[in-house]
T-cell receptor
């Protein structure tokens, strides 16, 4: 079946440190890949996405590149801030050859990030 | 403000009791979803609905039921058949179910606990 595996957390960093959160996936067919973020007390919100191999998604200083050869979609940020403290979820949806998906997102287990001043 | 409203924020269930979690959206979205969030396990899909009067089972539908009689509402009932209901429940919606092009909008969740 389809699955997403994220690096074990929690991750604790000092402000301005470099961040990597690893994400690998197993999927049949053509997945699109996403990172969602959940800030304390809030629902999840989309951070970035990539819909085909070698695409790079980016938003708010975060980046992730869709690597088909390593089945990975690692999240990176060059300099984290205290306000980045949240839970980060990697997710995939399967698409057909035409690039459309049908309503199911599969999530990883989430990685808790805490950034200290 | 447009968004997704889940209620109640906290809910307690007695043994053998059915409880219903509310989810309402005013975003005019066609698709709605229910996820269960357990510590260390991420989100798992319970049910989803691509359009009003239609819904499909997700990965862990046993012990749950849903209805989609109105576009803006997608209530989830946790039945007595669900033996381990304690979890955080998240409702979400998207403009359409074609998730390559859409993003999910999430509510702030309901924490269900068993007394």
């Amino acid at each position: 079946g389809n699955s997403v595996t994220q690096m074990e957390g929690p991750v604790t960093l000092s402000e301005e440190a470099f961040l990597t959160i690893n994400c690998t996936y197993t999927a049949t067919g053509y997945p699109s890949l996403f990172w969602y973020v959940q800030y304390p007390g809030e629902g999840l919100q989309l951070l970035l996405k990539a819909t085909k191999a070698d695409d790079k998604g980016s938003n708010k200083g975060f980046e992730a590149t869709y690597r088909k050869e390593t089945t990975s979609f690692h999240l990176e940020k060059g300099s984290v801030q205290v306000s980045d403290s949240a839970v980060y979820f990697c997710a995939l949806t399967l698409t057909n050859a035409g690039g459309t998906s049908y309503g199911k997102l599969t999530f990883g287990q989430g990685t808790i990030l805490t950034v200290h001043p | 403000d447009g968004g997704i409203t889940q209620s109640p924020k906290y809910l307690f269930r007695k043994e053998g009791q059915n409880v219903t979690l509310s989810c309402e959206q005013n975003l005019n979205h066609d698709a709605m979803y229910w996820y269960r969030q357990d510590p260390g396990q991420g989100l798992r899909l319970i049910y989803y609905s691509q359009i009003v009067n239609d819904f499909q089972k997700g990965d862990i539908a046993e012990g749950y039921s849903v209805s989609r009689e109105k576009k803006e509402s997608f209530p989830l009932t946790v039945t007595s058949a669900q033996k381990n209901p304690t979890a955080f429940y998240l409702c979400a919606s998207s403009m359409t179910a074609v998730l390559t092009n859409e993003k999910l909008f999430f509510g702030s969740g309901t924490q269900l606990s068993v007394l």
